[in-house]
């Protein structure tokens, strides 16, 4: 099985102005592997993930994901998609400020009766001590942990980080990237990470380069590097 | 300014929540205009009336034709002599009354004043019997055609006779005709009307004519009670919109401070750019503006078409002329409130806002989300959907107390309707179904021997206090007593000593001794009052039969009425007048007809104003919960999980609102009651029927239903994609 994407284009419409934000891309993947989407700001990276994590629709052009054709989706069946198959990290980690740490992994462990066991769930992201605190009380690098530990909670086949270190420092940087790492080695989950760092991406098994809502590169990456020796 | 230019988009962005203020403030200020109009018209028309009618000071009978124009010259008083007689259309009786000129001037309602051969009736009779202006009908032999709807003074409130409690126009109208038509009648009675220094007058006339009857207006129901009524009425009617016009208000101030705290991002990126305070709050003022004028309008055009309909109602109901004009005023005042009230809610939000820098405004929020004591709350053992329920509420205590206070509104004035119908209802059950245990009472022109008959006797005899100058009715009635059940409290009691209705003890406060005036011979006699029943209406005195007989010099044995199960063969001289119990009760059913409508109007109201807050607080909720929902829909969640996840918290403060509105509804009603009706002879308890109180509950669940499903599309356009981007900003 494998991630396919179609002939994808993402037209964006401001009053007569056509914007093209995807220009009729192609690419494939396979499952388990981490895939790195590099390019400047503003060349479609986030649009990408968003259409496959199932957050947006492509105006035309299939992707297709274990099986499922998400062109073909409705409304309904998109959000079962993202419910059972899909886990997301956000740059902001995007935690919800009223619920604890726990609850916020809660929040998502609710919605598949395969979820993994919270407590490990935290444990395996080193936060399982502060479980009880609020967003507001916890760094951002312990932030956006509970925001991995959100989107690994439900044992998703697919994990979507946008930028999941531009928001930290160096060092947090790299014990986020190890985790990620360490999902992938465990779980066998594919993980397409969006990221401006070059660097990064030569953790990952696949590099796509992206500019201006087009491919300009699909790289198979052989001297694949483990996230502790990635330097910037 | 470029900065109103904004105003248009950020009201048509949230239309709903700005349309639903208008109409509260459309609905309060209307329905104070309307019912402060009707009150000031009824005033004006009240005072009006007896100046224009010339109502009499008392009617009076004598032996011997008067000479008029001597007694007027003599004493400076005026005199009429008036006749009336009773004649039978359909099933029914007209009192026919002679048209006069100089004392008790009847008033046209509608249409013209009669000329021979015409007749104009009162209205309510006309209606129940489906008679209009310009219609033809006989009485006993002569042909007459309606020129109009007429009050007469001295039957305002057109009882048949003296002692019944309700009019019912079904069975009952009065009508005048000129002096010439009404001569064509056998079997005429007349009165004379005086108008003037009576007391000494009345002592002349006696000794020279012998007075057979003499009434004075004070103890003319007819007169007296609908007086009263249209008295009380603008009290009444005043404060019920009043208390709404100040609960919607309170309101209105609390939700437009948090739809102007809404716009904080808006408000920060104004100050960033170099607007200043003062400029920014005077932007802001022009949302109360708009909100005031334009519900002020609206307000205009639900008054001008409900005040002549609603007028009518009340002209019908009481039986006099009274103008339908609006009193703009009122609505200027409401329009000034609305102003000055959101005007203020408007500053001090954005008064608070800026308070703070431009970039604090610009993160979107004041404070960093608070951790209060109460999030410490371990909440482990709980499931998932109810801790996030709690967490919801903690977060959002203000929203809470503002749906309480909402609900809490909109139910008070719904309650205030079921709480009419239900006191109405229990005086019903308690004074007629459960007091009164015949089926017809007779009232002899003379009195018989109780033993005579095979039926329970009782004697009734009619005093004034002297202190109020009430009318009382004292019945003498067997110690055991089948045919009414007086009770105390769940005990039933026997009569072996005085007791006073309730009606009456809350009118005298008092009871211990009254003085009392013998009304056929003057006498006056004092009574001890012992107890008090449980009977609402009426100026009610019972006691021995025996003992009764002994206070008025009467034969031990006598009685001049008999309660019966079954209709009863007594010749026909004898009786005075008698009453069916089953007619009775369909006369209260006819007279309370009106309310049925009312509750419905005020049903459909509260509704509309549930739904009103509802929605807007519903809608607030998802708006500052914007992130939140759409990090859910991003994780799978379906918009109905949302939705109970962030709404279903909204029941218990809505029930808590409904439930903290019923005592507050009785404890006013009891309050407005207890100051102006109690010269009506009820005394009303407030009850609010358990029935009642679950359909009202039902009608607020509903208006939840309805905000949910509306909810759930609101939830569904919140763009999962938009909203990520904006926070990352
Ligand atoms: N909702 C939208 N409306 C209009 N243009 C958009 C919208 N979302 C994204 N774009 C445009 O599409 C382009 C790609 O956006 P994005 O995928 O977020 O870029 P990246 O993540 O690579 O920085 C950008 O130029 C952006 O301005
Ligand atoms: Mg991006």
């Given at each position: 099985m494998s991630i396919q994407f179609i002939g994808v284009t993402k037209e964006y419409k401001n009053g007569s102005n056509i914007f093209l934000a995807l220009n009729n891309i192609s690419f494939e993947a396979k499952e388990g592997e981490i895939v790195a989407i590099v390019g400047p700001s503003g060349s479609g990276k986030s649009t990408l993930l968003n259409l496959l994590g199932g957050l947006d629709r492509a105006t035309s052009g299939e992707i297709i994901f274990d099986g499922l054709n998400l062109s073909a989706l409705s409304d309904k069946e998109l959000t079962k998609y993202r419910r059972d198959k899909v886990g997301f990290v956000f740059q902001f980690y995007n935690l919800i400020p009223n619920l604890t740490a726990y609850e916020n992994v809660e929040v998502a462990a609710e919605l598949n009766k395969n979820s993994l066991k919270i407590d490990e769930v935290l444990e395996a992201v080193g936060l399982l001590d502060k479980k009880d605190k609020f967003p507001q009380e916890l760094s951002g690098g312990e932030q956006q942990r509970v925001s991995i530990a959100r989107a690994i909670v439900k044992s998703p086949k697919l994990l979507l980080c946008d930028e999941p270190t531009g928001a930290l420092d160096y060092k947090t940087s790299k014990e986020v990237l190890e985790l990620i790492d360490k999902i992938n080695q465990i779980y066998k989950t594919t993980i397409f990470i969006v990221t401006h760092n070059t660097s990064i991406a030569s953790m990952c098994h696949r590099i796509i380069r992206l500019r201006s809502g087009q491919i300009i590169e699909i790289k198979e990456n052989i001297n694949r590097i483990s996230p502790k020796e990635v330097e910037w | 300014m470029i900065l109103n230019k904004r105003i248009k988009r950020v009201i048509t962005l949230n239309k709903a929540q700005y349309i639903g203020l208008i109409f509260l403030v459309a609905l309060s200020i209307s329905l104070y205009t309307i019912f402060s109009s009707l009150a000031f018209n009824f005033n004006k028309a009240t005072s009006d009336y007896s100046r224009t009618t010339n109502i009499e000071d008392a009617k009076f009978l004598t032996l011997k034709d008067l000479d008029i124009n001597y007694i007027e010259n003599t004493f400076n008083v005026e005199i009429e002599k008036r006749h009336e007689v009773d004649v039978s259309y359909k099933s029914s009786t007209i009192r026919l009354i002679e048209l006069t000129n100089k004392i008790n001037i009847p008033l046209m309602i509608e249409g013209n004043l009669i000329k021979e051969g015409e007749i104009a009736l009162n209205p309510a009779y006309a209606k129940a019997n489906n008679i209009k202006i310009g219609d033809f009908i006989e009485l006993e032999g002569f042909k007459y055609k309606v020129s109009g709807f007429v009050s007469i003074p001295d039957y305002i409130y057109p009882t048949k006779s003296l002692s019944d409690l309700m009019a019912d126009p079904t069975k009952f109208g009065v009508a005048i005709i000129t002096s010439k038509d009404i001569l064509k009648y056998n079997n005429l009675t007349y009165f004379y009307s005086i108008k003037g220094d009576v007391e000494k007058v009345k002592k002349y006339i006696d000794e020279n004519y012998k007075i057979l009857m003499w009434q004075d207006i004070q103890d003319n129901l007819r007169y007296v009670l609908a007086k009263k009524k249209i008295e009380q009425l603008p009290q009444l009617s005043v404060k019920i919109p009043l208390l709404f016009f100040t609960l919607t208000f309170i309101l209105l101030f609390i939700l437009l401070r948090r739809i102007i705290k809404l716009e904080i991002k808006e408000i920060g990126t104004l100050y960033a750019l170099g607007y200043t305070k003062l400029e920014i709050q005077k932007h802001y003022l022009f949302y109360p503006l708009i909100i005031s004028i334009i519900g002020s309008i609206l307000a205009t055009l639900f008054t001008i078409t409900l005040q002549k309909p609603l007028t009518n109602y009340y002209v019908f109901y009481f039986n006099i002329p009274v103008q339908s004009d609006v009193k703009y005023k009122f609505i200027l005042y409401g329009l000034l409130e609305s102003i000055i009230i959101l005007s203020l809610a408007s500053y001090t939000a954005s008064q608070t806002l800026l308070k703070h820098s431009p970039t604090t405004l610009l993160r979107g929020k004041i404070s960093k989300d608070r951790l209060t004591f109460l999030s410490g709350l371990n909440l482990e053992k709980l499931?998932?959907?109810?801790?996030?329920?709690?967490?919801?509420?903690?977060?959002?205590?203000?929203?809470?107390?503002?749906?309480?206070?909402?609900?809490?509104?909109?139910?008070?004035?719904?309650?205030?309707?079921?709480?009419?119908?239900?006191?109405?209802?229990?005086?019903?059950?308690?004074?007629?179904?459960?007091?009164?245990?015949?089926?017809?009472?007779?009232?002899?022109?003379?009195?018989?021997?109780?033993?005579?008959?095979?039926?329970?006797?009782?004697?009734?005899?009619?005093?004034?206090?002297?202190?109020?100058?009430?009318?009382?009715?004292?019945?003498?009635?067997?110690?055991?007593?089948?045919?009414?059940?007086?009770?105390?409290?769940?005990?039933?009691?026997?009569?072996?000593?005085?007791?006073?209705?309730?009606?009456?003890?809350?009118?005298?406060?008092?009871?211990?001794?009254?003085?009392?005036?013998?009304?056929?011979?003057?006498?006056?006699?004092?009574?001890?009052?012992?107890?008090?029943?449980?009977?609402?209406?009426?100026?009610?005195?019972?006691?021995?039969?025996?003992?009764?007989?002994?206070?008025?010099?009467?034969?031990?044995?006598?009685?001049?009425?008999?309660?019966?199960?079954?209709?009863?063969?007594?010749?026909?001289?004898?009786?005075?007048?008698?009453?069916?119990?089953?007619?009775?009760?369909?006369?209260?059913?006819?007279?309370?007809?009106?309310?049925?409508?009312?509750?419905?109007?005020?049903?459909?109201?509260?509704?509309?104003?549930?739904?009103?807050?509802?929605?807007?607080?519903?809608?607030?909720?998802?708006?500052?919960?914007?992130?939140?929902?759409?990090?859910?829909?991003?994780?799978?969640?379906?918009?109905?999980?949302?939705?109970?996840?962030?709404?279903?918290?909204?029941?218990?403060?809505?029930?808590?609102?409904?439930?903290?509105?019923?005592?507050?509804?009785?404890?006013?009603?009891?309050?407005?009651?207890?100051?102006?009706?109690?010269?009506?002879?009820?005394?009303?308890?407030?009850?609010?029927?358990?029935?009642?109180?679950?359909?009202?509950?039902?009608?607020?669940?509903?208006?939840?239903?309805?905000?949910?499903?509306?909810?759930?599309?609101?939830?569904?356009?919140?763009?999962?994609?938009?909203?990520?981007?904006?926070?990352?900003?």
């Open positions: - | 499931k998932f959907n109810q801790k996030f329920k709690i967490r919801e509420s903690i977060r959002g205590i203000s929203k809470i107390l503002t749906l309480i206070f909402g609900i809490f509104t909109a139910s008070t004035l719904l309650l205030v309707g079921f709480a009419a119908k239900g006191s109405i209802d229990a005086l019903i059950n308690k004074t007629i179904k459960n007091t009164l245990n015949y089926k017809y009472v007779y009232y002899l022109n003379q009195n018989i021997n109780k033993n005579s008959i095979n039926q329970e006797g009782f004697k009734i005899a009619y005093f004034k206090d002297k202190n109020s100058n009430e009318n009382i009715i004292v019945y003498g009635l067997e110690e055991n007593t089948k045919s009414l059940k007086l009770k105390k409290g769940k005990e039933e009691v026997k009569v072996d000593k005085i007791y006073i209705t309730n009606s009456l003890y809350e009118k005298l406060n008092k009871k211990n001794n009254i003085e009392l005036i013998n009304l056929f011979n003057n006498q006056e006699l004092e009574l001890k009052i012992d107890d008090v029943v449980d009977v609402y209406t009426g100026n009610v005195i019972y006691m021995p039969l025996e003992d009764l007989n002994k206070i008025i010099n009467e034969e031990r044995n006598s009685i001049n009425g008999i309660f019966s199960q079954q209709p009863l063969n007594i010749d026909s001289k004898l009786i005075l007048k008698y009453e069916s119990i089953d007619e009775t009760l369909k006369s209260f059913d006819i007279a309370l007809e009106p309310v049925k409508y009312m509750l419905v109007a005020m049903g459909i109201l509260s509704f509309i104003i549930a739904l009103i807050v509802v929605y807007i607080v519903t809608s607030l909720i998802i708006e500052e919960n914007k992130y939140t929902i759409s990090m859910l829909k991003v994780l799978g969640y379906y918009e109905n999980e949302i939705n109970s996840l962030m709404l279903s918290f909204m029941l218990l403060p809505s029930v808590l609102g409904y439930v903290l509105s019923i005592p507050f509804v009785k404890g006013f009603l009891n309050s407005i009651l207890k100051t102006s009706l109690k010269d009506i002879n009820l005394a009303i308890p407030i009850e609010i029927n358990p029935i009642y109180s679950l359909f009202g509950f039902a009608i607020i669940y509903t208006v939840l239903l309805v905000s949910k499903y509306i909810s759930r599309k609101r939830i569904f356009k919140i763009s999962m994609v938009d909203i990520l981007k904006l926070q990352n900003e």
